[in-house]
């Protein structure tokens, strides 16, 4: 099976996880000295690692005849070779995206055009939140994290995962919030989460949904190398 090594200064021990986003097992080490005596730890524990990939969901590729979720709903991928560029959203029974030009090139287009309906959304929450909030936003990107779905800086950059396109627009609008929030208060102190709540009201549904169904968008598509 697959294993990714990688040096975390700041982790006080061994770490070995299944990252079935990715179907491969991640060991974390405090130090390069420390890769073999964790490559040996997993190495140990391979038949707990094989029924934990074994139990995690099928990676779903960006492909026609697949279902994707798109702003928290099911929708089958389909491929319509006449048109050259582009996708289209039709709605109906079965919503469907469909993917123009040749079937090797849809993984590709599908994201691309995912990330820009994905930076759209949060681009129209983000600014709405910080005039809100007054506060100034100095710059916002889009990217492919693994373990965050958003993040601010102190230079009030905000940058948030793509993958958000997919959950429930009440999910992708807390997030947009929850960073928002933090050009005022750079902590999650009692203040911090009252200005979430005036942005948005309870947090608590989106907060639960992300963590029993977050982790699950990061199976479709490829692996994040961006």
């Not at 129209?124 to 506060?135: G, S, Y």
């Not at 919030?177 to 989106?206: K, S, Y």
Request: glycine share 6%; with cysteine.
């Amino acid at each position: 099976m697959p294993v990714r090594l990688r040096v975390n200064r700041r982790a006080k021990r061994l770490i070995v996880r299944v990252d079935p986003a990715e179907g491969a097992v991640v060991i974390t080490a405090p130090s390069d000295r420390a890769l073999p005596q964790a490559y040996a730890f997993a190495a140990s524990r391979a038949d707990w690692i094989e029924d934990q990939l074994a139990k995690a969901p099928r990676r779903v590729p960006f492909a026609p005849g697949e279902t994707i979720p798109f702003r928290g709903a099911p929708h089958r991928l389909t491929l319509d070779p006449s048109r050259r560029v582009g996708v289209r959203r039709r709605s109906g029974e079965t919503p469907e995206l469909s993917i123009g030009g040749p079937a090797e090139h849809a993984p590709r287009r599908l994201e691309e055009w995912l990330r820009r309906e994905a930076k759209a959304a949060l681009t129209n929450r983000v600014e709405r939140h910080a005039a809100t909030l007054r506060r100034r936003v100095a710059r916002m990107s889009v990217r492919d994290p693994q373990t965050r779905w958003g993040s601010c800086s102190s230079a009030a950059s905000l940058s948030f995962s793509w993958r958000l396109i997919m959950a429930p627009p009440r999910v992708l609008d807390y997030v947009a919030a929850h960073e928002c929030a933090h050009l005022a208060h750079m902590n999650h102190g009692p203040q911090f989460w009252r200005t979430v709540e005036r942005l948005i009201g309870d947090p608590e549904p989106a907060k639960a949904w992300l963590r029993r169904e977050g982790p699950k968008l990061h199976r479709y598509g490829g692996p994040a190398n961006r």
